[in-house]
């Protein structure tokens, strides 16, 4: 004889015991903390506005017009990069074409004041900021490892060990509350890296110090060849906050104007003392992990051909256009500026940098210990041997 | 002067350093309420409140990537890894970025954090409680490496560590935590890169650090029987290292063992052996030997004096040293 689940719980004397009166409702603890169960989208793909929504109020159209402009930029940005890998003038370049809502929102949300802890896929949210091009692409040109100085533009160098930036972001932000100061943190991690222990650590210090960070993850979908399905089974990246007491929300991140309300509300959550935040944006990789990934070996053509549907930038200029924010001389005139931004970038990039074999010396300590010293006075006079040499060649 | 334990002189210099500069925070596992494990921060935050010294959640990696990012913000971290081998998770951290960042920023961002690591055996500990890690650490540029043997070393070498502009991996030699000595405090504060001839001698030069200095000493004491008037010389700070004390004393004694508790393969006494035979070549009577561990995973503890260096196995040592100028038979070719 078979018993069904139904014959169960028809047998079941619970089902005979007479009705209890209802018990007060137990106040859903996760309430607050999980992500709407779809991605908060403002505009359809084409550009036409959804209904607006309390939760996520529109940002400005100057703050969007700007958004779209540093877009544009960031997307020329991007190409000229890649063609200086061709030309030789950078060792590697991790593009972040069809990212640029995510680039740009992320650094757009925040005042000057705020720190940002991004990763090597950041070069374009880091122009987006103001940074200095040339500074921002030492690293991959490769006569340095951070161009920039993060004192001054607030900003952490780019990242390459996975995660390990989200707990920086975490004690940066609680340090500076902790002297008094309203700054906020904005650590960029990809989906990949959500995986890494320092993603969890992170998040887990930032929610039990309250530390002011928002942590966002761009999910491009893939870790250069790994697809999101092999690095998580929760229903979405952004169900990672709950389990740490972290609010937490999904946005479309082709979707710049989505991206940049969450961030907002993100942002000021932790600008009001309340910590740390999780916004995970869906979006996609549209090329290869670097110049030097082969992605026909891990994803179809006509996979990446679909998501050009949903270019970011594209939308924006229809919505804005729609909105009459946006006329074709005001396009063309943004288009000239990224060309100009971008020839300025080849010419600059096409100059052979300087580079000083004794100043590997310097910053070990903040004074050289002795076998440094010695060291040093070695390869001084290798230099001069070598100098001696090519004057009698 | 009045006796204290090297715990009690590592208390006061947390807490003077504390008191001298507000940026100064302690923080760890179990470093609040409890005062740590052996009881180093006993006090902190009755004292200074529990903004300045505070536990956090469990995680070595987020301890001191916490303490990268409260450093960039200007304050002045301390950090308790509880057990040397509990430091692992955090070796990314050191390794990638409080080593690195000074350098990789061009020294536009220091990170003058201090990693307090009690470490080494000899205390009965189970296993991952009582590894020696010091070479990762020192074979780690951008890191400074200090060890103190004393108990006024422990307290000047940590006011020293804290007040040191780039980061420091502080060995604390959990065996002479509750050793006790006669000892004023403050101490004066010792510059890193100085060692100091803690025994003087003119037959040969006992080379030591931490936990193996008092090894060392009682060795030199027990030598006297032997007719031998050894030389010890404490290392303190394995980075930056002090060639010239050392130097010195090998090129007057013209003989040389080095001593360390941690496995011998590739570790500091390894580099110290190489660096003593290329300076005093010419002074040398005999090569430069070793005592170290086993070259085994720590052991049990009831196996755990087999393994550390014990003053017969540094006598043995010296007996080597050729005094009788003939080549010592285990390396001549049959």
């Known amino acids: 004889m078979t018993t069904t689940p139904e014959a169960v719980r028809r047998a079941s004397p619970r089902t005979r015991r007479p009705a209890t009166p209802a018990t007060p409702a137990v106040p859903d603890p996760s309430a607050g903390l999980l992500p709407r169960t779809e991605p908060v989208r403002l505009l359809n793909p084409d550009g036409t506005p959804l209904p607006a929504r309390d939760d996520y109020p529109e940002p400005p159209v100057e703050a969007l017009r700007e958004m779209y402009r540093r877009m544009v930029v960031g997307r020329r940005f991007d190409v000229q990069a890649t063609a200086l890998t061709k030309q030789g003038r950078l060792a590697v370049y991790p593009s972040s074409r069809g990212q640029e809502a995510c680039q740009v929102g992320g650094v757009l949300a925040l005042r000057d004041t705020d720190w940002v802890f991004p990763t090597y896929r950041e070069s374009m949210a880091l122009t987006a900021r103001g940074i200095d091009p040339v500074e921002v692409l030492t690293l991959l040109r490769g006569d340095w490892h951070c161009g920039y100085d993060p004192t001054v533009v607030l900003t952490a160098p780019q990242c390459t060990p996975l995660a390990t930036q989200c707990v920086h972001a975490a004690g940066l932000a609680y340090g500076e509350s902790y002297q008094g100061r309203d700054t906020v943190a904005l650590a960029f991690i990809g989906d990949g890296a959500t995986s890494e222990g320092d993603f969890h650590e992170g998040v887990n210090f930032a929610a039990v110090f309250k530390a002011p960070v928002v942590y966002f993850v761009q999910n491009n979908k893939y870790a250069i060849s790994v697809p999101l399905s092999r690095q998580t089974a929760a229903p979405s990246l952004a169900y990672k906050g709950v389990g740490y007491g972290v609010p937490s929300e999904q946005v479309d991140g082709n979707d710049p104007v989505a991206v940049l309300a969450v961030l907002n509300r993100a942002v000021a959550h932790a600008r009001a003392g309340k910590g740390p935040y999780l916004v995970e944006a869906h979006t996609y990789r549209m090329e290869p992990h670097t110049n030097a990934d082969d992605q026909t070996r891990y994803r179809d053509a006509e996979e990446v051909e679909a998501w050009r549907d949903r270019d970011p930038i594209a939308r924006l200029e229809a919505y804005l256009r729609n909105r009459g924010a946006l006329d074709d001389a005001a396009v063309a005139a943004i288009a000239e500026e990224a060309e100009a931004y971008a020839a300025a970038l080849r010419d600059r990039m096409n100059a052979q940098p300087e580079v000083d074999p004794l100043s590997l010396f310097d910053h070990v300590y903040a004074e050289p210990t002795p076998q440094l010293v010695e060291q040093r006075d070695q390869v001084r006079a290798e230099l001069a041997a070598a100098r001696v040499e090519e004057g009698d060649a | ?334």
């Open chain 2, 1 to 334: 002067m009045a006796t204290m334990t090297m715990a009690k002189a590592l208390n006061a210099a947390l807490a003077d350093a504390m008191l001298d500069d507000e940026r100064v925070v302690v923080f760890g596992e179990d470093v609040g309420q409890l005062g740590g494990v052996f009881r180093i921060t006993d006090g902190l935050q009755a004292r200074f409140g529990d903004k300045r010294c505070f536990d956090t959640p469990l995680a070595e990696a987020g301890i001191v990537g916490f303490a990268v990012g409260l450093a960039m913000s200007g304050l002045r971290p301390v950090v308790e890894m509880q057990f040397d081998a509990f430091a692992y998770p955090a070796f990314e951290q050191i390794a990638s970025h409080v080593a690195k960042l000074r350098n990789r920023t061009r020294g536009a961002l220091s990170v003058p954090i201090v990693i307090r690591v009690p470490y080494a055996g000899g205390i009965g500990g189970v296993e991952h409680h009582c590894d020696s890690s010091e070479a990762y650490y020192a074979h780690t540029p951008g890191l400074k490496v200090v060890t103190p043997a004393t108990v006024e070393d422990a307290y000047s070498l940590l006011r020293e560590a804290i007040d040191d502009p780039d980061p420091v991996v502080f060995m604390e030699p959990k065996k002479l935590y509750f050793g006790s000595a006669e000892a004023e405090l403050p101490a004066r504060k010792e510059p890193f890169g100085r060692a100091v001839v803690r025994r003087a001698g003119t037959d040969a030069t006992l080379i030591a650090y931490g936990p193996a200095v008092p090894v060392a000493l009682e060795a030199a004491e027990a030598a006297r029987e032997e007719g031998w008037d050894l030389e010890v010389v404490d290392v303190r700070t394995i980075v930056p290292f002090d060639d010239a004390t050392v130097t010195a004393s090998v090129r007057k004694t013209g003989r040389c063992v080095v001593i360390q508790e941690a496995q011998g393969f590739a570790g500091v006494g390894a580099e110290i052996a190489a660096r003593v035979q290329e300076r005093c070549f010419h002074a040398l009577h005999a090569p430069v030997l070793r005592v170290s561990g086993l070259d085994i995973p720590y052991p049990a503890p009831m196996l755990e004096h087999t393994h550390l260096p014990s003053v017969d196995r540094v006598l043995d040592t010296v007996a080597r040293l050729q005094w009788d100028d003939q080549p010592d038979e285990r390396w001549v070719a049959a």
